[in-house]
């Protein structure tokens, strides 16, 4: 596959949620560069934004099987990964594998349950395998996952470890629609249950493992050149150096702004990187791995905006 099918297989899939989704279309780019990257999303909005809906029908849309697990204060780590349970008929323990056995996992409201119970999920996402009782167990290579969360403000939540933040590819902010767009919803979408399928809305599959693992190949030959490889390790090391942060973001961030850089590309039809691609996937690569110092949150320093400017500030390459 090359780069030109990259495109034509990404805009088949823009095409095919945009019958359930209206609008969110950078959203939707963010999960095709963090699918044909390898990585994960966590989405952050209030509630009825249609995460789940748009999850779920990206997962037709890429044919990609599809589990949901709704996080709860009291969800334990073996109610998603399941456990080696005794069968008293065969005198045996057998594996009974959790929901996490699956490729794309929506983890609705992750942040509804305590940290020990997120960690579950990071030997998943950073090697696409589970342990159990001391036996690993593979997930496949295109497993991902797709997480939400409501925003930190509200009650009954649990913040994120930066260990499990720096799991996800891109930490994105889903806001309210348009006015248009609002409109457009309730016109469509006003008449119809609200649990409906994303089958039902004519979302059908375009991809196949044959296609997406063709895709992540071609994404791969993506050229980078060193200019570019030196602006994202400017703007990493841009994290680290300013006075606003306490800690900045690491060299994975910088790893991983390449790799999704390169996806961008292909998905726009190109083989080489140019900087356009970098600055427009940074914030939501950069946003969730950097802190605040105890003196930019007492002034009312927002993360948005101190990574906005570091990005404005370091000048790409031309």
Do not use: C
Request: charged fraction near 25%.
């Amino acid at each position: 596959m090359n780069v030109e099918e990259v495109q034509k297989l990404g805009n088949a899939i823009r095409g095919e949620i945009a019958k359930a989704i209206v609008g969110q279309d950078n959203t939707l780019e963010l999960m095709l560069v963090a699918l044909f990257a390898g990585g994960h999303i966590l989405l952050e909005g209030p509630p009825g934004t249609a995460k789940t809906l748009l999850a779920h029908s990206f997962a037709q849309a890429v044919g990609l099987d599809y589990g949901r697990i709704q996080f709860t204060p009291d969800l334990m780590p073996g109610d998603i990964i399941g456990a080696n349970l005794f069968d008293f008929k065969t005198s045996k323990f057998t594996l009974t594998r959790g929901p996490i056995f699956t490729e794309l996992l929506l983890a609705d409201e992750i942040n509804r349950t305590p940290p020990k119970t997120q960690a579950a999920l990071l030997e998943a996402m950073q090697e696409r395998q589970v342990t159990i009782d001391g036996q690993t167990h593979q997930l496949g290579e295109r497993f991902m996952v797709v997480a939400t969360q409501n925003p930190i403000e509200q009650q009954g939540v649990y913040p994120l470890p930066e260990a499990q933040l720096d799991r996800f590819l891109f930490k994105q902010r889903v806001d309210y629609p348009s006015l248009e767009q609002e409109r457009t919803i309730i016109a469509t979408h006003g008449g119809r249950s609200s649990a409906m399928e994303p089958a039902a809305w004519g979302v059908s599959r375009q991809a196949d493992a044959g296609l997406l693992t063709a895709a992540m190949n071609a994404v791969a030959e993506v050229r980078l050149v060193d200019e570019v490889i030196d602006y994202i390790a400017a703007l990493v090391r841009g994290t680290r150096e300013a006075s606003d942060l306490e800690s900045g973001a690491s060299p994975r961030a910088g790893s991983m702004l390449a790799g999704a850089a390169r996806a961008r590309a292909a998905i726009d039809g190109r083989d080489f990187v140019i900087p356009d691609d970098v600055k427009a996937l940074a914030p939501a690569i950069l946003r969730h791995r950097v802190i605040l110092s105890p003196a930019a949150e007492i002034n009312g320093r927002r993360v948005e905006d101190i990574v906005t400017s570091i990005i404005e500030t370091i000048e790409a390459p031309r």
